[in-house]
């Protein structure tokens, strides 16, 4: 029998202001990488008044894109050649932490240094980034997303301070959220998961489904707010240890040629990857449409048979999708049909040829994928 491992990754810090753990560091340099907004909103003075309490020299680069660029991710890496930390702090959305983690890879190997402390403060609950070996970057001029998959990306310490929450837009809310569910549940049905990866991928779904309407509801609910804090985190241990599968290898090629949100795009996708890596289309009932439904089943979903218990489960994301008025179509994406139409044949190519395809736990051909996208 083939040897299987599992990693939890970064050690966490949770709860309101935890922030303030940052003063008792012994650090000499930090440098935080963040989006505009956190700059412009003064959210980052939160992070520079503890480094401050710390004695640390700062510096903050706040030019990180939805999307992290290759152009951006290297004026970072010039920067952060000259500063020299000792500590760098990603603070935002998966954007910020994929780019932090892509300029500390290149740093660290194109100037043989040992790397920074790294940590990790997410703004939003979705990517998971904050606890995982993954970062997507985009390049534009090729209109391409690709993967990157490393170990020594991990960061050392993840905060999950839902202070950066609680003004996070209802569709931010929405779309970070749905993202979380698609991690748990294809973290759920991959190739690589385990006894492990399942319990976190079982809990992360479960929470998600508890309070994620909440949340998107009345953003200022800090206990829902902090629950989903905790899911998004926890999905990433699922999948950082389990794999993904098609929803995000679709998802990235729509992504990198329409440049629509990533959960936003995940959302529309995950019922019609559910309904073929289930074989609903088929008579008999499979492994894969087991797994789905006693995920089901773990969110209080039932059905006489596996294949029914799926279908419950493919409705219950739609509704609550639609509940938080999410857009389910190409169209309602704001996607031109035809352009769409004429990309398929490139996406398709490339979500073929992306990382997370080979955890899915269907196999699937460039057919399969094609006919998942003209479903949309």
Aim: aromatic content about 8%.
């Amino acid at each position: 029998m083939k040897t299987k491992e599992f990693s939890v990754g970064p050690k966490f810090v949770m709860g309101h202001h935890s922030t303030e753990e940052l003063s008792k560091l012994s650090v000499k340099k930090a440098y935080i990488i963040c989006d505009p907004y956190m700059d412009q909103s003064h959210m980052v003075d939160a992070v520079l008044q503890e480094l401050k309490k710390a004695g640390a020299e700062t510096k903050v680069f706040s030019k990180v894109v939805p999307n992290p660029t290759i152009e951006v991710i290297a004026e970072s890496i010039s920067e952060i050649k000259d500063f020299k930390p000792d500590l760098v702090i990603a603070l935002g959305g998966g954007s910020a932490i994929d780019s932090t983690k892509a300029v500390l890879k290149v740093y660290t190997e194109s100037e043989k240094v040992a790397k920074p402390q790294m940590i990790a403060i997410p703004t939003t609950s979705g990517s998971g980034s904050e606890n995982t070996a993954f970062a997507v970057i985009s390049d534009p001029s090729k209109n391409e997303k690709f993967v990157i998959i490393d170990e020594s990306m991990v960061p050392d310490l993840a905060i999950l301070d839902t202070y950066f929450t609680m003004t996070v837009p209802p569709a931010v809310t929405a779309d970070a959220g749905m993202d979380v569910l698609t991690h748990g549940l294809e973290a759920y049905v991959a190739n690589g998961a385990t006894d492990f990866s399942d319990a976190c991928a079982e809990k992360s779904i479960s929470l998600v489904y508890q309070f994620l309407f909440e949340a998107y509801k009345n953003g200022e609910n800090q206990f829902a707010r902090g629950k989903m804090h905790n899911a998004s985190a926890i999905a990433g241990i699922a999948f950082n240890n389990a794999g993904l599968g098609i929803c995000h290898s679709l998802s990235h090629a729509i992504g990198a040629f329409f440049h629509s949100p990533h959960g936003r795009i995940n959302t529309m996708l995950l019922p019609h990857v559910i309904a073929f890596n289930a074989s609903l289309e088929e008579k008999e009932e499979t492994a894969v449409a087991k797994r789905y439904a006693q995920a089901a089943r773990v969110l209080g979903l039932y059905g006489s048979t596996p294949k029914q218990g799926v279908r419950a489960l493919i409705y219950a994301i739609t509704r609550l999708a639609k509940q938080m008025n999410m857009p389910m179509t190409i169209e309602g994406l704001g996607i031109d049909r035809h352009e769409f139409e004429k990309m398929i044949p490139e996406m398709t190519k490339r979500a073929f040829a992306d990382a997370c395809t080979a955890g899915n736990p269907r196999a699937v051909t460039i057919e399969d994928l094609e006919a998942i996208y003209r479903a949309l």
